[in-house]
């Protein structure tokens, strides 16, 4: 069965540092796909970055990049120069494994940005 | 563009009352799902559809029906209410033609109280 895994409930940054927020995932499939997913205070999900099972690099949105490393299945979010508006729960998903329609999401990580 | 639209935003129930939460998106897709989201617990899968008339069960699908029998909407009801199933709701779709690639579109949550 897919699972994703966020180790960390909350964390907390200063503002203008780097952080990471972890996740794994396991699956026996070859072919999926993770995506990051932002829920500020006021509850919507916002769609941040993708990464494909195949895709050679890591991918980079602006701010924010996945350190993808396959072999130990994990799929980490960094965050460069935090802000205060970064401050919002953080999810990690899946797409992929048996059933490429479904995804599976993490538990979620807390992020406080400091000033 | 309205993207997913779920209604109602907030609703509070008694204790053995039925109710339906909407969920229509104008994207045409054809994956459409419903989660709970409980603090701790990130988003479960409550039920999915892959198309018109094609429904599947996710990881919590007791207590909830749902049906598709338009590409649009993806209406989720509660038989019999129970405080258990007080939770936050979304919806969300996605096409399944960019397959893995393509991310998961929320709507803006329903907040459902049992009492």
């Known amino acids: 069965a897919q699972k994703i895994t966020q180790t960390q409930p909350g964390m907390f940054v200063q503002e203008k540092e780097a952080v990471t927020l972890d996740c794994t995932y396991d699956?026996?499939?070859?072919?999926?796909?993770l995506f990051w997913y932002k829920q500020p205070s006021s509850g919507e999900m916002i769609f941040l970055i993708y990464?494909?099972?195949?895709?050679?690099q890591n991918a980079t949105e602006g701010r924010y990049s996945l350190n993808f490393q396959k072999a130990r299945k994990s799929a980490n979010l960094v965050i460069s120069a935090s802000q205060l508006g970064d401050s919002a729960m953080y999810f990690c998903?899946?797409?992929?494994?048996?059933?490429?329609?479904?995804?599976?999401f993490g538990s979620g990580t807390k992020l406080n940005v400091k000033p | 563009n309205a993207g997913v639209t779920q209604t109602p935003k907030f609703q509070v129930l008694k204790t053995g009352q039925s109710m339906t939460l909407q969920c229509a998106q104008d994207m045409n897709h054809e994956y459409m799902s419903w989660y709970r989201q409980d603090p701790g617990m990130g988003l479960r899968l409550i039920h999915y559809s892959v198309g018109a008339g094609i429904t599947d069960q996710g990881e919590v699908p007791n207590g909830y029906n749902v049906s598709r029998s338009t590409t649009e909407d993806f209406p989720l009801r509660l038989l019999s209410a129970a405080p258990s199933q007080t939770s936050v709701y979304f919806c969300a779709s996605s096409s399944t033609t960019g397959q893995l690639r393509t991310e998961a579109f929320f709507g803006q949550g329903t907040r459902l109280t049992v009492v």
């Open positions: 699956t026996s499939d070859p072919s999926y796909g």
């Open positions: 990464q494909g099972s195949y895709d050679q």
């Open positions: 998903a899946m797409r992929g494994g048996n059933n490429f329609n479904k995804f599976y």
